[in-house]
Each structure stands twice: as structure tokens, then as C-alpha cells.
């Protein structure tokens, strides 16, 4: 069964920075696209950065020059290091393929304060 785990959200001040993994199941990051994806209380989840395979990158226009996704094949892990971070940015975050495929899981809790 194909699942996600994410890790490392927090509580931050704006300016600072956090730094996001999720552990894939094999054949999940192998196969398919995986993105990161955030939603804020009473917004549509969005998606904020993707990767492929080869470590193609693509980035929502509010993240990008902040935000930088990297991914550990070996280790089946993906990355996300967000810097400058701002209020706005306050979400649930959650990594999936790209388009989704695969239940949610729970996500990790980004809050930044101003």
C-alpha cells in the first residue's frame, strides 16, 4: 500500500525557517511526480512545489526564491526547506504525487507568527 509520512512542521517567527520531509513507500517515489502541497483554515489545498524523478522542480509563484524542494532517492525521502517564511504561509502541509493518487495523511502544522 502506497503511503506518505510527513515530518517537521512547527511553530516559527516570521523570517525563519523550517524544513520539511516525507518518507514515500518505494514504489510511489519511484514511479510518479511528488509535491508538496498546503491548506490554510478555510482555503483549497494548494500545491507548493514539485519534483520529479530526476529532480525537475516546479514552484508556486508565492514560494519561489523562499521555498526549495530536494529529494534522497536512496533514502525515499523528500524535502522541503522554506525560508523568509511569512504569515501567510501558515497551512497544514502535505507531500502526495503529483496529481494526487494517494490518500492524505495527516500532514505537519506550519504556524508562523508575525
Known amino acids: 500500500q502506497a503511503q506518505l509520512v510527513e515530518s517537521g512542521g512547527g511553530l516559527v517567527q516570521a523570517g525563519g525557517s523550517l524544513r520539511l520531509s516525507c518518507v514515500a513507500s518505494?514504489?510511489?517515489?519511484?514511479?510518479?511526480?511528488i509535491a508538496w502541497y498546503r491548506q490554510a483554515p478555510g482555503k483549497q489545498r494548494e500545491m507548493v512545489a514539485r519534483i520529479t524523478w530526476d529532480s525537475n522542480t516546479n514552484y508556486a509563484d508565492s514560494v519561489k526564491g523562499r521555498f526549495t524542494i530536494s529529494r534522497d532517492n536512496a533514502k525515499n525521502t523528500m524535502y522541503l526547506q522554506m525560508n523568509s517564511l511569512k504569515p501567510e504561509d501558515t497551512a497544514v502541509y502535505s507531500c502526495?504525487?503529483?496529481?494526487?493518487?494517494?490518500?492524505w495523511g495527516q500532514g505537519t502544522q506550519v504556524t508562523v507568527s508575525s
Open positions: 502526495n504525487t503529483f496529481p494526487s493518487t494517494v490518500v
Open positions: 518505494t514504489i510511489l517515489f519511484k514511479l510518479k511526480p
